[in-house]
């Protein structure tokens, strides 16, 4: 644990990670790199919380923009968290990871529910606790659920793993001239309206002095050397006085 520079963090991952090469649903392959990447700091002892989203199978904005109600939209991409979520568990489980799923959503068969202190427990035994059902609530996303989670378990960093491996100036897919940051502040995230995170999720960091992290979960070993404190991705801090 001395190598670590961090010992309890929330990582969010993307619905679209789970998909690896594919374009819809949850990629096998994916799951199995996801833990041989996590199992290397589990076994040291990090406390992993995670929060994953469900765009691989059903987004809510998407649902909303074909003409769904927006609430009822968002209820089902909730749902698709908890598909994922369980998928996770099972690849956790039998890389002999403990893992446990809770539900924002009462659904006892499949998920405990949400409760801050069993939560943290979760944490201190050293299961790998994943958050599902977002907050609970349409309108919010995954984003600003992995941001209220980590406040509330006393998290030492939310990690965002994308595709991407930081935050940019503009779009480094449709720009190749785009300009990556090392770091970066809230407010600059906020005001160049660059979308690593929603603003909801982003603003709530910043006023409960989260730290965030982006980096690119395709690169080997990423995780690790982010719990370790080395360089990598772009990391979101406060304004300096």
Same mark, same amino acid.
């Given at each position: %644990?001395?190598?670590?520079?961090?010992?309890?963090? !929330?990582?969010?991952?993307?619905?679209?990670?789970?998909?690896?090469?594919?374009?819809?649903?949850?990629?096998? *392959?994916?799951?199995?790199?996801?833990?041989?990447?996590?199992? =290397?700091?589990?076994?040291?002892?990090? *406390?992993?919380? +995670?929060? &994953?989203?469900?765009?691989?199978?059903?987004?809510?904005?998407?649902?909303?923009?074909?003409?769904?109600?927006?609430? *009822?939209?968002?209820?089902?991409?909730?749902?698709?968290?908890?598909?994922?979520?369980?998928?996770?568990?099972? @690849?956790?489980?039998?890389?002999?990871?403990?893992?446990? =799923?809770m539900?924002?959503?009462?659904?006892?068969? &499949?998920?405990?529910?949400?409760?801050?202190?069993?939560? $943290?427990?979760?944490?201190?035994?050293?299961?790998? #606790?994943?958050?599902?059902?977002?907050?609970?609530?349409?309108?919010? /996303? #995954?984003? /600003?659920?992995?941001?209220?989670?980590? @406040?509330?378990?006393?998290a030492? +960093?939310?990690?965002?793993?994308?595709?991407?491996?930081?935050?940019?100036?503009?779009?480094?897919? $449709?720009?190749?001239?785009? /300009?990556?940051?090392?770091?970066?502040?809230? !407010?600059? &995230?906020?005001?160049?309206?660059?979308?690593?995170?929603?603003? #909801?999720? /982003?603003?709530? @960091?910043h006023?409960?002095? %989260?730290?965030m992290?982006?980096?690119?979960?395709? *690169?080997?070993? =990423?995780?690790?050397?982010?719990?370790?404190?080395?360089?990598?991705?772009? #990391?979101?801090?406060?304004?300096?006085c």
């Amino acid at each position: %644990m001395s190598d670590y520079k961090y010992h309890r963090v !929330l990582l969010k991952l993307s619905g679209e990670a789970l998909m690896g090469s594919s374009d819809y649903g949850i990629d096998p *392959q994916m799951l199995e790199r996801l833990a041989h990447e996590i199992k =290397v700091p589990y076994d040291k002892g990090v *406390q992993i919380a +995670i929060v &994953v989203g469900g765009g691989n199978i059903f987004r809510g904005l998407a649902g909303a923009a074909s003409g769904m109600d927006r609430a *009822q939209a968002d209820c089902m991409g909730m749902l698709a968290t908890v598909m994922n979520s369980l998928a996770l568990q099972d @690849c956790f489980e039998r890389h002999g990871m403990m893992c446990r =799923v809770m539900s924002a959503i009462e659904m006892h068969e &499949v998920a405990e529910g949400y409760i801050r202190r069993r939560a $943290t427990r979760h944490l201190e035994k050293g299961r790998i #606790t994943i958050f599902a059902a977002g907050t609970g609530n349409p309108y919010f /996303t #995954t984003d /600003t659920a992995a941001a209220l989670r980590a @406040c509330e378990i006393d998290a030492e +960093i939310l990690m965002k793993a994308t595709k991407v491996d930081g935050i940019y100036d503009m779009d480094p897919v $449709t720009h190749p001239e785009a /300009t990556k940051f090392d770091s970066i502040t809230y !407010l600059d &995230v906020l005001t160049r309206d660059l979308k690593v995170m929603d603003a #909801t999720a /982003t603003a709530l @960091c910043h006023d409960n002095h %989260m730290p965030m992290m982006v980096f690119n979960i395709e *690169q080997p070993g =990423v995780f690790d050397k982010a719990l370790r404190g080395e360089p990598v991705g772009t #990391t979101v801090v406060e304004e300096e006085c």
